[in-house]
């Protein structure tokens, strides 16, 4: 038997009926919203937070990397992260430049590998800067010599150091140099459908800009991207240094350091004509007592006074007290 509605059910129906929609304001709210394409042949393999993360670590790395820059060239040298991206490797390949100067790489106990990419004119005017120039030589040819390449080696192990050191915060990754090559397609990282991960730099040296990029080949950057999405790394302090504070880390490095400690057993005064007539077996006499107290010096700096004598038939000094700091 069918449902009797009663009459403010009735009514509720007929007001709502009555009621117009404006279809432009429908059209309106769909304009609102912004219509994001996706690739079905490339799904995103990293997320934006895992590229975040992976744009704070090229970020230090190019921190790292411009102090060792300004302190070889003797120059101001910027080093900044222009882009962090996830494209196909084909089209990397349509952008490298022919001649090219590339890098290859790949990291230690990992399936890793990777492009190191300086633009021909970086690393033309890193070989003219390196060699004593200024970084305006000329040259008819942009094809890198084996002597260029050796003068650039010498950088691109840096950079791998670098890299190293700032990869520490998610784990303990070694970089590690394999070969150069000219020409973008003998390298082959991985193949043309698959992604990467380009990471561009920008690097400024005096008023001119160049370009550095680093590809990764994603296939392998599962277990990374685990350690990315687990592991808190609001920290910049590399992994294996978690768990101590920094005062433990300090001390550690001190108790490591070497000092020179040195003993004053004395002072004499000769003339420069008694100077020249010693020969082996005189005796200069000093102007201490035996018994005297002795300096002792931690960095040329008299800390301690002691006495001298024989332990285990080696000869030693035994410290007897601290010198006052107002008495230094």
Sequence with gaps: MAEVLSQSEIDALLNTGSSTVDPTEILDKHKEKEIVPFDFRLPNRISKNQLRTLSNLSENFAEMFSSYMMSKLQSIVNISVTSVDQIYYSEYVLSVSNPACLFTFDIKKTDIKGILEFSPEFA?????RLLGGNGK???SSQVI????QKVLQSVVEIIMRDLSKSWQIIGDYTFQLDKFEADVDFVQITSQSESVLLIGFEVTIGDDSYM???????YAFD???????NQNLSSIRPIKYQGTTAKNILTN???????TVSVEFGKSSISFQQLLKLKKG???TLQNVIGEEVKISV???HLYNGITGVVNNHKAVKITKRVEKGKI
């Design 282 to 284: 005189d005796v200069i």
């Design 124 to 128: 033309l005017t890193l070989v003219d």
């Design 253 to 259: 490095h001190l108790k490591n350091t070497y000092l």
């Design 137 to 139: 030589g000329s040259k």
């Design 223 to 229: 277990a990374i991207l685990s350690k990315l999405s």
């Design 145 to 148: 010599t084996p002597i260029e």
């Design 299 to 301: 960095e040329k700096k």
């Design 212 to 218: 550095m990029n680093l590809c990764f080949a994603t």
